[in-house]
């Protein structure tokens, strides 16, 4: 994509510094963008481009170091991006093809912090514990890959990687196990599930996506 105007972004309770730009994706076919999730359900799925025009900006990071967004150092064409933010409105964007200039923030991969997405269990403690056993995850600090539950780590010889794992997330969710929650909302901690948190470097797996609400990203629009 040309990038023949921007203009700075201030994110409210963050010091990193973003660039806002007008992006019309049916016009930019050869831009390749890195999604890393699932959507969960469908964001309106018929075609309204009075809603598209009250979207809030999507999020993505490049690979520019945070200087040069900083000082507003900006090459005039970039071809990759990685979405952080707004998987359900691209997909919408992507289903009509509208030709219509969105907003977009963009941010240094450098400034991009992952954390798990916390999950509350829907079924009771003990249950949840012996879902973990018949699944053979033990109480154990024994790997770096693990689910996170009332101050323990389980871990399991069957995870060998990160996928492995959010593969096993997204049977729990699937399975109505867990429900992802929201890292800013309050509900019991003694019902609360962390995974490993996901790294930037591994959104890059060739045709894999994580299963819906697995990273919790800061900034936040």
Do not use: A
């Amino acid at each position: 994509m040309i990038i023949d105007y921007f203009e700075k972004y201030t994110f409210n309770n963050s010091d990193v510094q973003g660039i806002k730009i007008l992006l019309n994706f049916s016009l930019n076919n050869n831009l390749e963008i890195i999604m890393h999730e699932e959507t969960q359900g469908k964001y309106e799925q018929t075609e309204n481009i009075n809603k598209v025009k009250e979207f809030p900006p999507l999020l993505f990071s490049v690979d520019l170091d945070s200087r040069e967004i900083n000082s507003l150092n900006i090459p005039n064409e970039i071809n990759k991006l990685t979405l952080l933010d707004g998987h359900h409105r691209l997909e919408h964007l992507s289903l009509y093809n509208y030709d219509h200039f969105v907003p977009i923030v963009l941010i240094s991969n450098q400034d991009v912090k992952v954390e798990s997405y916390k999950s509350r269990i829907d079924v009771d403690e003990n249950t949840f514990v012996e879902i973990l056993h018949m699944n053979n995850f033990k109480n154990s600090n024994s790997s770096d890959y693990f689910i996170l539950f009332q101050n323990s780590k389980y871990c399991s010889g069957d995870v060998e990687n990160i996928y492995d794992l959010y593969d096993f997330k997204r049977k729990l969710i699937s399975s109505n196990m867990i429900t992802p929650v929201q890292n800013d909302h309050t509900f019991p901690e003694n019902r609360s599930v962390d995974f490993t948190p996901v790294k930037l470097s591994e959104f890059y797996k060739e045709n894999y996506l994580f299963p819906p609400k697995s990273t919790w990203i800061s900034p936040r629009i």
